[in-house]
C-alpha cells in the first residue's frame, strides 16, 4: 500500500513543483503566483508537498500563512483566488490531504487552515463551512452568435444601446495601469474595501507577463479611462479578478459594454471559458444578477476553516459590516496608504 507524507517546500523542489502544477493545478498553483503574494502582503510561505514512498510529489497545497485583522495566525490556500483545489495526482492523495488538515493547521501553530474549493467536500470533515459565494463560468462553446445568444433579452437591449451610442473605445494598452488603477481605487472605496497597492498589479504583470491582459474602456470625447478589467489566463479559461467602472457612467451601461467587450476578446482568443469572477449569493439583485445575465452559470464555491466552528465564521462577517460603512465614510487619504496594508490582513 503506497505510503504518503507532508513535507515543506524549499527552492530545491521549484522545478518539479512547478511541472506537477503545470499536469494538475493551474497557474495559481506555481510558485511565480506565491512569489508575487509574498512580495505584495508579505505573506509567510509554508506551502506543503505530498510525496509517496518514492519521494514523488503526490500533491501539492499552496499556503500563505499571515496576521488576519483580528490579529490570529491563519492560513489560507489562497487569498485573492475565487478557489484553488489542492492540486492531487489522485483522489487517494486527496483524502489524506484533506484528513491531515487538522493536523497541519496544530502542527502551524494556526488560529485556523482555510482551503477554497469548487466542491463539497464530506458532511464528516469537522471543519467551519461556508458557501455563501459563487463564481460565474461563461461557457465559449460555438461561434460569436452563439454565446452573445446566451445573454438576457434586456441584457441585449442595453448592449445595443451602449454601442449605438459610440460612447466608449476599447484598449489593450499595458501602459493604461495606473489609470485603471486609479478607477479601481476609487470604486473600492465608494464600496467600503481596502485595495492592493498599484505594485500588486504590476507584480503580477512582471511575474505572469504572457497570463495578463488589462482591459480598459476610455470615454471617447474625453479620452479618459472609465473602465478597465485585470484578467488572467490560465489554459482554456479567462479569469476576471480585479475590475471597476467609474458609477458615474451608469447610465450609459457601461459596465454591460465592458463584459461584452471582455466576452468578445475571450472568443478572439480562443478561450473555452471566461471566469466572470467570485460574488456572494446574498447580492442576488447586484452583481450576481448581472453576471447572470450574461449566460454565465453561477458555480458553487466551498470555504472550509479547519480549526474555527461555522458560528465563529459567521460573527466575524457580521462584525465586519459597521467597519465597511466607516471605510466609507472615512476620507481618503487616510484610507489609501492604510488600505494597502489592510488588504493583505484581509486575505481576501
Known amino acids: 500500500m503506497l505510503s504518503l507524507k507532508f ?11 512547478d511541472e506537477f502544477a503545470d499536469l494538475h493545478g493551474t497557474l495559481f498553483h506555481k510558485i511565480s503566483w506565491l512569489q508575487t503574494l509574498q512580495k505584495s502582503f508579505g505573506y509567510q510561505a509554508r506551502h506543503q508537498l505530498i510525496l509517496d514512498d518514492k519521494n514523488e510529489i503526490a500533491a501539492v497545497l499552496p499556503l500563505c500563512i499571515a496576521r ?21 495526482r489522485s483522489e487517494k492523495t486527496r483524502d489524506f490531504l484533506i484528513a491531515q488538515c487538522p493536523k497541519l493547521s496544530r502542527d502551524l501553530h494556526l488560529h485556523y ?3 477554497r474549493l469548487d ?9 467551519g463551512r461556508n458557501n455563501e459565494n459563487v463564481t460565474f463560468v461563461l461557457p465559449l462553446d460555438g461561434d460569436e452568435k452563439a454565446v452573445l445568444a446566451l445573454a438576457s ?23 493604461r495601469l495606473p489609470e485603471f488603477y486609479e478607477v479601481y481605487r476609487r470604486r473600492q472605496k465608494q464600496l467600503g474595501s481596502p485595495a492592493p497597492a498599484l505594485s500588486f498589479f504590476a507584480n503580477i504583470r512582471g511575474k505572469l507577463p504572457e497570463n ?24 482554456a479559461t479567462l479569469y476576471y479578478h480585479w475590475g471597476a467602472t467609474r458609477v458615474e457612467y451608469n447610465a450609459y451601461h457601461l459596465n454591460h459594454f465592458m463584459y461584452r467587450e471582455a466576452i468578445l476578446f475571450s472568443l478572439q482568443k480562443r478561450f473555452r471559458f471566461f471566469d466572470l469572477g467570485r460574488s456572494p449569493r446574498s447580492e442576488q439583485g447586484g452583481t450576481y444578477r448581472f453576471k447572470e445575465q ?31 460603512e466607516i471605510w466609507k465614510k472615512t476620507p481618503a487619504f487616510l484610507t489609501d496608504g492604510a488600505g494597502h496594508y489592510l488588504i493583505g490582513r484581509a486575505l481576501p
Open 68 to 88: 488576519n485583522l483580528r490579529g490570529q495566525r491563519v492560513g489560507v490556500s489562497l487569498p485573492f483566488v475565487h478557489f484553488l483545489n489542492p492540486a492531487c
Open 119 to 127: 466542491y463539497e467536500l464530506c458532511e464528516t470533515v469537522e471543519a
Open 153 to 175: 433579452g434586456d441584457n441585449r437591449r442595453r448592449t445595443r444601446l451602449v454601442y449605438q451610442g459610440d460612447w466608449f473605445e476599447t484598449s489593450l494598452d499595458k501602459a
Open 294 to 324: 450574461f449566460g454565465a452559470e453561477p458555480k458553487s464555491l466551498f470555504y472550509y476553516r479547519f480549526g474555527q466552528q461555522p458560528q465563529d465564521w459567521h460573527n466575524a462577517q457580521k462584525t465586519m459590516k459597521p467597519l465597511i
Open 212 to 235: 495578463v491582459t488589462l482591459l480598459t474602456v476610455a470615454d471617447k470625447r474625453l479620452q479618459k479611462v472609465v473602465g478597465g478589467m485585470f484578467l488572467l489566463a490560465d489554459g
Open 7 to 17: 513535507a515543506n517546500y524549499d527552492e530545491s523542489w521549484r522545478a518539479r513543483w
Open 113 to 115: 487552515l482555510e482551503l
